[in-house]
């Protein structure tokens, strides 16, 4: 059994809309007779120029020229409609693509309808169309499509005739056009003429590398159909399934019918042929259910192969019935092919099943209809076509090469020439080319440094800004804490005072008021504000800063914090501290501040350490706790402004802050400062012993 040949065929939409087709007849209606076709074209002058064609006529034909092609397989009626009417318009506008186009389409649906003498007829006159109006960039599909028509009457002879045509015609065009549909054909014909699959292969791979170069997918799916059917011919059954397997995957991929159909064909053939009718049968039943998608022809080839699997199941009615089926089809569209199959499988069904008058029968027209395909005579002159083609190859490429050779030898010579002339131009050139260089590197370094310069000068003065709008914040801040503490203190406080000394007053001229509860809780609320105006007003004009420095003053703070507090505070001090600038001791205290009531906020510690270390060249300032440390502000998603804002006073001040926190394990800020940059270090100096803990 041979496997089934894969001719190139293009890939089909997925859907067409009905309505398309009768808004596309009603603009093109005009569908001519056979007849009217060649009275109109007899009367042509021998050439005329297409260029006058109204592009929105070009179109509307070549919209007609499409669908027909998409309708081929699917509705041949339609189709023929689409391709008539194309011919019809493009005879009227003189439009030389589309009167070909059409005249091949109509040609290929004759074809597939085994009416083999009018599409030789639609071919002819194309052909003749193309010689009279200089189209002969379209001859090499015209002679492909010739090719195909004889290969499948199994006239391989004529079939590589035509192909050998087309290859040599469009080797001769400029530019060349690309024959690899016919290359991919042409191997069909030498596998049927029993030539190795070395030199199948030689032409397939020519088809391949342009397939695959431009995208062309129907075309590579076909190549690759042809390459296992090549292995195929030296039983490499492996080999020959790879292919197939690979072309099914590309079917699928690319949703190309045709190519899906005929790959599951062959690996059911194959499969037959190593006498394993179970495989096969569900890849044949595959193709069986998509007949309706491919022509008559490959339809054909889907009953018999599957009638073969059935008859070496012993299911020999389904069998008959299916070779029966496909026999009538082939003998009425004339599949020579297909009919040589089909008697051989019958004769071998009837002469399992005893019937062989029947077998004889069959067998009889098989060696008949085979020795008309496969004689020696016919092998005989398709190899000499191919011998030929093969040496006029060979002789214009040496022709190519000696004239290659020869353009080379004058194109060294006339650079011999220009390279004396030019040597001491160049030499000239890169000394002038240094030159200029050096020059540009000097002053482009320049320019780097004087800008690098600016943006130094630029990036200091915008710090200075900062710093100083951060100073300058601040120093109103301050300014406004210590106005606000006295307005509390004079004022507020004072009228507590008062309002303290009128109960007093009270109390004196009514003794038996201070028994009651009332007064006496009245009496207690008004102490506990005083003392809480008290503590606010210190912390917003800390006076013992003034009086005593930094360190006793934080000392105090935190004693007076941890007051009511579940947390031991520490306060150490290292070096002898110095009275500093009033703003810079203020400045401190405030951030000392900020990350006390910090702790005390977030952190649950159960102590915490405010250490100062006084250095001869730093000044460094710890605060640390043991709680339950800072989340990462990258997964927490807070900001953490009040800690942007204590980094941005520290900057102010010419210093530097780092934060070291453990999840868990407390957290440690370390704010260090240049001795250098401290403003106002006086004499006198301030102690603390070293490990003081603050006094609850």
Request: hydrophobic fraction near 35%.
């Given at each position: ?276 009718p179970e495989k096969a049968m569900p890849y044949l039943l595959k193709a069986d259910s998509m007949n309706p998608q491919v022509d008559p022809f490959h339809q054909n080839i889907t009953f018999y192969t599957l009638g073969d699997a059935y008859f070496k199941q012993g299911k020999y009615k389904q069998a008959e019935q299916l070779l029966l089926e496909g026999l009538n089809r082939a003998q009425a569209l004339k599949h020579t092919l297909v009919l040589r199959e089909i008697y051989l499988i019958l004769g071998k069904l009837y002469g399992t099943t005893h019937q062989y008058n029947k077998a004889y029968t069959y067998l009889r027209l098989y060696v008949d209809i085979n020795n008309s395909i496969a004689g020696e005579e016919v092998t005989h002159n398709v190899n000499q076509l ?130 009651t509860e009332d007064y006496n809780n009245t009496l207690m609320l008004l102490d506990e504000a005083t003392s809480e105006l008290r503590k606010t007003a210190h912390n917003l004009m800390p006076e013992i800063l003034m009086k005593s420095g930094l360190a006793e003053a934080i000392t105090t703070f935190c004693e007076r914090i941890q007051r009511g507090q579940e947390l031991d505070i520490h ?126």
């Amino acid at each position: 059994m041979h496997l089934i040949k894969n001719h190139i065929k293009p890939a089909h939409p997925h859907a067409l809309r009905a309505y398309t087709l009768l808004l596309t007849l009603v603009i093109w209606g005009n569908k001519i007779s056979a007849q009217e076709d060649q009275i109109i074209l007899s009367g042509w002058p021998e050439t005329f120029s297409a260029t006058n064609i109204a592009p929105t006529d070009t179109s509307r034909i070549n919209t007609l020229l499409q669908l027909g092609e998409m309708l081929k397989e699917k509705n041949r009626d339609s189709s023929l409609l689409f391709f008539g009417a194309a011919l019809g318009g493009s005879i009227k506008t003189r439009y030389t693509y589309g009167i070909i186009t059409a005249l091949s389409g109509l040609g290929s649906i004759q074809r597939d309808q085994g009416a083999y003498e009018q599409a030789i007829d639609y071919y002819t006159r194309a052909i003749r169309l193309c010689r009279q109006l200089h189209a002969e960039h379209m001859l090499p599909g015209l002679y492909n499509a010739f090719g195909r028509l004889y290969a499948r009457q199994g006239k391989y002879r004529e079939a590589t005739e035509f192909y050998y045509k087309g290859i040599r015609i469009a080797d001769q065009l400029s530019p060349a056009v690309n024959a690899d549909f016919i290359y991919n054909n042409l191997a069909i014909s030498l596998t049927q003429s029993g030539r190795s699959y070395k030199e199948i292969l030689f032409y397939l791979d020519k088809a391949e590398q342009t397939a695959i170069k431009e995208g062309n997918h129907a075309l590579l799916g076909a190549v690759l159909i042809n390459k296992g059917i090549a292995y195929n011919t030296i039983k490499a059954w492996d080999s020959s399934r790879y292919y197939f397997y690979k072309a099914l995957e590309l079917g699928r991929i690319q949703n190309i019918p045709h190519t899906i159909h005929t790959a599951c064909s062959n690996i059911g053939i194959t499969y037959l042929e190593e006498e394993n009718p179970e495989k096969a049968m569900p890849y044949l039943l595959k193709a069986d259910s998509m007949n309706p998608q491919v022509d008559p022809f490959h339809q054909n080839i889907t009953f018999y192969t599957l009638g073969d699997a059935y008859f070496k199941q012993g299911k020999y009615k389904q069998a008959e019935q299916l070779l029966l089926e496909g026999l009538n089809r082939a003998q009425a569209l004339k599949h020579t092919l297909v009919l040589r199959e089909i008697y051989l499988i019958l004769g071998k069904l009837y002469g399992t099943t005893h019937q062989y008058n029947k077998a004889y029968t069959y067998l009889r027209l098989y060696v008949d209809i085979n020795n008309s395909i496969a004689g020696e005579e016919v092998t005989h002159n398709v190899n000499q076509l191919e011998v030929r083609y093969r040496t006029a190859q060979k002789d214009k490429e040496i022709a190519e090469k000696k004239l290659l050779l020869a353009q080379q030898e004058r194109r060294i010579e006339q650079k011999n020439i220009w390279i004396a002339a030019i040597a001491s131009g160049i030499v000239l050139l890169i000394t002038l080319l240094v030159a200029l260089y050096r020059s540009y590197q000097h002053k482009k370094r320049s320019q780097a440094n004087r800008i690098q310069l600016l943006q130094q000068q630029q990036e200091l003065l915008r710090k200075e800004q900062e710093i100083g709008q951060l100073k300058a914040m601040m120093k109103g801040e301050e300014q406004e804490r210590i106005r606000i503490g006295r307005e509390l203190h004079d004022g507020i406080g004072g009228l507590l005072s008062a309002a303290k000394i009128n109960f007093s007053a009270i109390q004196r001229r009514n003794s038996q008021l201070a028994a009651t509860e009332d007064y006496n809780n009245t009496l207690m609320l008004l102490d506990e504000a005083t003392s809480e105006l008290r503590k606010t007003a210190h912390n917003l004009m800390p006076e013992i800063l003034m009086k005593s420095g930094l360190a006793e003053a934080i000392t105090t703070f935190c004693e007076r914090i941890q007051r009511g507090q579940e947390l031991d505070i520490h306060v150490q001090c290292y070096g002898d501290l110095p009275r500093l600038d009033t703003s810079f001791e203020l400045a401190i205290y405030r951030i000392i501040q900020e990350l006390i009531h910090n702790i005390v906020k977030h952190a649950h510690a159960q102590s915490a350490l405010v250490q100062f270390n006084w250095q001869e060249e730093v000044f460094n300032i710890m605060v640390e706790d043991d709680g339950v440390g800072m989340p990462d502000p990258a997964t927490s998603g807070k900001p953490g402004i009040g800690l942007d804002n204590i980094r941005s006073r520290v900057r102010a001040l010419n210093g530097q802050m780092d934060i070291e926190s453990t999840t868990g394990k407390g957290t440690t800020i370390c704010i260090t400062f240049d001795r250098k940059e401290i403003p106002g270090q006086h004499e006198t100096t301030i102690r603390i012993a070293k490990n003081r803990p603050t006094t609850a």
